[in-house]
């Protein structure tokens, strides 16, 4: 049976697009969010702040989360490990803050701007606090430092009985800054073997069909909060004083797993797919107002050769207009590339107004 009803699953992954939304607001534009008007160049960041690659499979984690803090009445808090993944949970925070949940954001324990520590505050919040579970999410570059490495084995000091529970949710999405990570590269099996040793016991989440994954987070989450409540009555009401191995969740994801807004701001082509794996200088992106357009495929050549597809009666004639569009454009990216501003019969076009 299903874990989650069809119109649940809709929910949530409403909420999930809206999240990734802000998200890619945040990191890229000064302005316009909400696209009330045209997208100016003027809108956009020079210097972009946060790393695209964490963020949709983090907002995934925070949607989820809410789910399961509501279902199962739960107190909890959530920190964000990975480094300036701070606009998965700060996408729609006023004002100017950094690419991570600094000081000043309401409820930060942990900032995410210097890497390795995410685990050892989780454990320190939950310490002598028994009713608090705290998601940890690790970054899978995040975890080659020597402070994550090492915070694995702070479940041998956690006592069911009068402390809280931390639930590490390692993110594995394959690469850090611009290299693969060597969780990403062993064999599931040696990465499952590697958590048993460390204490854990970990369940897998991994794919990218949106409609699954919703699923199989669900039904894992309820599965390992369940598992956390069974240890505490273990603890606390039977006086079972064993040391129990925990449940964590190791989330396989893409890297920039939702990259329709990452690829029309100019992702790099040759990275994981045509996804931008971390933030780019806007002065080392060639870019106009029109060629703005063009990149959010709301410019008038997008637009017929839409027209085109949605009538199959033009037949040839269609299929030729069709290459001459996309002749068109391929044109004004060269053009846009060599000397950085339109073509001259966009730059002097105006407006021809009958007598």
């Known amino acids: 049976m299903a874990t989650l009803t069809p119109n649940l699953l809709h929910k949530l992954d409403a909420y999930w697009r809206a999240a990734n939304y802000l998200s890619v607001a945040q990191i890229y534009l000064y302005d316009n969010p909400l696209l009330k008007r045209p997208l100016a160049l ?20 925070y949607v989820h989360l809410n789910r399961i803090i509501k279902n199962a009445d739960l107190d909890m808090i959530y920190i964000s490990g990975p480094g300036h993944g701070g606009p998965a949970v700060v996408g729609s925070f006023p004002g100017g803050i950094p690419s991570h949940a600094s000081p ?38 995040e975890a080659e430092t020597g402070p994550l490495a090492t915070a694995w084995h702070s479940n041998k000091f956690l006592d069911p ?33 590697f958590l048993h040793g ?47 191995r925990w449940p964590m969740i190791v989330l396989k994801s893409p890297k920039g797993w939702a990259p329709a807004g990452e690829r029309r701001m100019g992702a790099n082509p040759h990275a ?39 009538l199959p009666r033009t037949g040839d004639k269609g299929i030729y207009l069709k290459q001459q569009l996309k002749d068109k454009l391929i044109e004004h990216r060269q053009y846009i590339d060599k000397h950085g501003q339109e073509m001259p019969e966009i730059r002097d076009w105006t407006w021809s107004i009958p007598a």
């Open 198 to 244: 460390c204490g854990w016991t970990p369940y897998f989440v991994e794919g990218d069909d949106p409609a699954l994954m919703h699923e199989a987070m669900a039904s894992t989450l309820d599965r390992v909060v369940e598992q956390i409540r069974d240890i505490q009555h273990k603890a606390r009401v039977d006086a079972d004083l064993g040391r129990p």
């Open 272 to 310: 994981n797919g045509g996804i931008l794996l971390r933030d780019l200088v806007m002065p080392e992106f060639r870019a106009t107002p029109f060629d703005m357009t063009v990149l959010n495929d709301l410019d008038r050549f997008h637009l017929v050769m839409d027209a085109t597809d949605r």
């Open 104 to 141: 000043e954001c309401p409820g930060s324990i942990h900032e995410g701007g210097e890497l390795g520590y995410s685990l050892s505050h989780a454990f320190g919040a939950v310490f002598d606090n028994p009713e608090l579970i705290v998601a940890c999410v690790v970054g899978d570059g």
């Open 42 to 61: 003027a809108d956009v960041k020079h210097m972009l702040l946060g790393h695209w690659g964490t963020t949709p499979g983090q907002n995934f984690i």
């Open 161 to 193: 009985a009068t402390d809280g529970a931390v639930l590490p949710i390692l993110h594995l999405n394959g690469y850090k800054i611009a290299n693969p990570t060597v969780f990403a590269r062993i064999e599931p099996e040696e990465l499952e073997q």
